[in-house]
């Protein structure tokens, strides 16, 4: 695949499974998600776990913000999958950011609007010209709105989702027609690197792609313990040392 084919699929990816990150923060925790389970049982070989640490750090804080007192009246909020929120906070954060940046370097600014004629100094000389002046000032005004209208612009202000950054930058990789100039080599280099963040930060949170992970803490025999799971499976450890095997329930071969 080549890199413009990439930066599109994974630009896609993060427009069409926004929404299904939105309705996953809501959701019960998947606990057959890549790692999850397994990073759990093999907790001793993988203590080091920065990021599990970090989340665990977060759902305590979370639980502690959610106690309540009991005499308190209504229902409990529903509890949300803060890793889900922080995935979605920095891939909006990363597209939006990215888009500022290239829309500031490509996209043109508006045409501007027409200027009222000084007549007290250079007057018309017959009505028809000054209707032909008005016809010609009233045109400029709607092409000039027009084009700062234009849903293909890029806006610092208003609808800044991560999903519309993603959409205008695939119009940019595409080369679509807009008020912009055509991105240069480095510029779409620039969008792939953080497209291809973004997707594989996507697609991990909702566990749809396959993945492999090597641990940092090896076997006890020495070797490299390999994980492999998403798309749903149930994830696999493997020693690459000694060939023994784990999955959510225990040693399966070794």
Do not use: K
């Amino acid at each position: 695949m080549n890199t413009t084919a990439s930066t599109t699929t994974n630009l896609r990816t993060v427009a069409l499974h926004w929404t299904d990150l939105h309705e996953a923060a809501g959701a019960p925790t998947q606990y057959g998600a890549f790692g999850l389970g397994l990073r759990g049982y093999l907790a001793r070989l993988d203590a080091a776990d920065a990021e599990q640490i970090e989340y665990e750090r977060h759902q305590a804080a979370h639980l502690r913000a959610q106690e309540r007192d009991p005499l308190q009246i209504g229902e409990r909020p529903v509890p949300v999958r803060l890793h889900i929120l922080d995935t979605m906070r920095l891939v909006e954060a990363a597209l939006v950011q990215c888009a500022d940046d290239i829309a500031h370097a490509v996209q043109r600014a508006p045409i501007a609007g027409p200027t009222a004629r000084r007549t007290a100094t250079h007057p018309y000389l017959t009505q028809r010209e000054a209707d032909i002046a008005a016809a010609d000032r009233q045109r400029r005004a709607e092409l000039a709105h027009a084009d700062l209208v234009d849903p293909r612009r890029w806006r610092y202000t208003g609808r800044r989702t991560a999903s519309h950054a993603a959409l205008w930058l695939l119009a940019r990789v595409q080369r679509a027609p807009g008020p912009c100039r055509r991105i240069t080599e480095d510029e779409e280099r620039r969008i792939g690197a953080v497209a291809a963040g973004a997707a594989a930060r996507v697609e991990r949170a909702l566990d749809i792609a396959a993945q492999r992970r090597t641990l940092e803490q090896p076997c006890v025999c020495g070797g490299l313990i390999d994980v492999h799971g998403g798309e749903g499976r149930v994830p696999v450890a493997h020693c690459t040392g000694c060939g023994r095997i784990w999955t959510e329930g225990g040693v399966i071969a070794a």
